[in-house]
């Protein structure tokens, strides 16, 4: 094989391998918060892709495994995929996950070593993106060289502080501030486009002073072309990525609908849900 | 010199030497900001009237490592961004401190919407914030020495009719929270911001507990409380919540059984609907000294 096939083969087997991960880290999610009894499997779902990009591929990590990027997960509801990824990166072992992921279970523990998507806790929606823009501005002033990868739900930014933080990071020409927003159309009730329309939405974020994206959110290829460029973007403004994702994805039968955002299988609906899980992907 | 000026020339003086203070305004400047915004210009963000994003921004400001003060117009910091400040300020503890301008009724003339009337009692329900209001500029300065030295959540809010020095910064325990002064007596008035002041101007032959800083410390408020007949307690903002509750409270839990009169905004007719002043406020609310005073000589109830 020349050298050029060994490498597409090589970057094929990459990106099977990521699919993979993905498989597992959505089984491992249900294992865990299904023991909980509570958590948004719905909203983890469409997102996982962009946490395990951004873990495991793109954010930059020292010596001690510690982020030299910084990432705030926005969108807390969907805090319960970090968990299993963390766990896939060496950084929790299985046990310490278990232990943490119950009730009782420590959850300051997490943020003692400022492990990505923990800078802040995320939930109380609109909060996160003013604050990454917060942490690259100052992150700039003190002249270092991170990035600042934020994640937002769609329907978080008809939160009226999401718009307040999209014109200061532009105007502050932050552009070592990245928000990703999950995109999948659905808030709790209904899809965004029959509450209160945002399409077109990219325009928005370009009339803001954006640098805009739009993506397959469920796409490794896409993720990692777009989120590898960041750290050489010549581009004064911050950068929206738009993922477009499916709310459920993996599992059939709860894509796409709405009332399903606090949906959490447990007992035998979870071993169910398990056996449903599909592959997507290479 | 009014507090907030006091407040905003210690900042810029502890910038000068060297502190990595940022300050975080939603529109808002002041003649004190002037030299500030001069010498460092990076260090003044402005986000427009945006007060849920300036506490969001200040808080992402104190993880790059910087201590950060928002500057804004009251009462919106507080009641438009409480969730901001419930979220980053009271839970995550993230060390900012919101300044903010006008106190309870300062500027009634703008009307209900500009009237910092439940402030204190909105954040009195959070654990982690301090409420601050400086009745005179030695607490203001020492506000800036206390940011500085231990950083922390912090609120404090500026009446614009304070404007001198009262207090010797050797007379003020900050950590309790509260100033004693005039002498012992049956009755003791426990007030604060204007009150306080005015209270403390006027001289009065009565023991009056100016409580700059909540929460304080309640065994040596409530001790202080034990040795008075009767308590008055005055305030501009609303009694529920207010410190006439606070003092309810602290009594109640330890214990203590004291009669507590509390002169507060009750709007017993509904909020005004006139073009009003502090002034007229206070008269339709029997919030002025000679109904302070019938009540300390048993007058009126």
Not at chain 2, 28 to 44: C, I, N, T, V
Not at chain 2, 248 to 265: S, T, Y
Request: hydrophobic letters at 40%; aromatic letters at 10%; a negative charge.
């Amino acid at each position: 094989m020349t050298e050029a096939g060994t490498r597409a083969v090589k970057a094929f087997d990459e990106i099977k391998s990521y699919y993979e991960k993905s498989f597992k880290m959505r089984q491992r999610f249900i294992e865990l918060f299904s023991n909980l009894g509570f958590g948004h499997l719905t909203t983890a779902f469409s997102e996982t892709e962009i946490l395990i990009a951004l873990f495991e591929k793109v954010m930059r990590f020292d010596e001690d495994r510690k982020p030299i990027d910084k990432f705030v997960l926005s969108k807390g509801h969907g805090a319960g995929m970090v968990y299993p990824i963390l766990e896939d990166m060496g950084i929790f072992s299985k046990e310490e996950t278990d232990e943490m992921v119950q009730i009782g279970g420590d959850l300051a523990k997490i943020r003692e070593f400022v492990y990505p998507g923990f800078e802040f806790y995320g939930g109380s929606l609109g909060i996160g993106i003013g604050m990454a823009a917060g942490l690259a501005l100052g992150l700039k002033q003190n002249r270092e060289d991170r990035i600042v990868f934020c994640l937002c739900g769609d329907a978080e930014c008809y939160e009226g502080s999401v718009w307040e933080a999209m014109l200061f990071a532009a105007h502050n020409r932050l552009n070592n501030l990245v928000v990703i927003v999950d995109r999948n159309y659905l808030g709790v009730s209904d899809f965004t486009e029959n509450m209160c329309a945002f399409e077109p939405f990219a325009d928005k974020w370009k009339s803001c002073n954006w640098d805009v994206r739009e993506i397959n959110g469920h796409s490794y290829e896409e993720l990692f072309d777009t989120l590898v460029n960041v750290y050489k973007r010549p581009s004064s403004k911050p950068l929206c990525i738009i993922a477009d994702t499916v709310k459920g994805k993996g599992v059939g039968d709860l894509c796409n609908i709405p009332l399903r955002h606090g949906y959490m299988p447990t007992g035998e609906n979870a071993d169910n849900t398990i056996k449903k899980l599909e592959r997507f992907g290479i | 010199m009014n507090v907030r000026d006091r407040f905003f020339y210690e900042i810029y003086g502890q910038v000068k030497s060297g502190e990595d203070v940022s300050l975080v305004s939603t529109d808002l400047g002041a003649p004190s900001l002037d030299d500030f915004r001069r010498d460092f210009p990076q260090r003044f963000v402005n986000v427009g009237i945006a007060e849920q994003n300036a506490i969001a921004v200040a808080g992402g400001l104190c993880l790059a490592g910087k201590k950060v003060v928002t500057y804004g117009l009251n009462p919106f910091p507080v009641t438009r961004a409480f969730d901001q400040i419930r979220n980053l300020m009271a839970s995550l503890e993230l060390p900012i401190t919101v300044a903010a301008l006008k106190a309870g009724t300062a500027t009634a003339e703008a009307g209900m919407s500009h009237m910092a009337l439940e402030n204190i009692s909105l954040l009195r329900t959070l654990k982690n914030v301090r409420i601050i209001s400086p009745s005179d500029e030695t607490i203001s300065k020492m506000a800036v020495d206390e940011m500085i030295s231990r950083p922390a959540p912090r609120y404090i809010q500026f009446d614009p009719f304070i404007t001198d020095t009262l207090y010797d910064e050797a007379e003020i325990d900050y950590k309790k929270g509260f100033a004693l002064s005039g002498p012992k007596s049956d009755v003791a008035i426990v007030a604060t911001g204007i009150w306080a002041h005015k209270l403390k101007k006027e001289n009065l032959p009565v023991r009056l507990i100016d409580c700059f800083a909540l929460p304080l410390c309640e065994k040596e408020f409530c001790d202080e409380l034990k040795q008075y007949k009767r308590i008055i307690t005055i305030e501009d903002g609303v009694d529920r919540g207010g410190i006439g509750s606070m003092t309810l409270e602290i009594l109640n839990d330890f214990g203590a059984v004291i009669p507590v009169e509390r002169m507060a905004l009750k709007f017993g007719n509904g909020y005004p609907r006139v073009f009003s002043n502090r002034n007229l406020i206070f008269e339709q609310e029997g919030l002025t000294l000679d109904h302070l005073k019938k009540k300390l000589e048993g007058r009126e109830s």
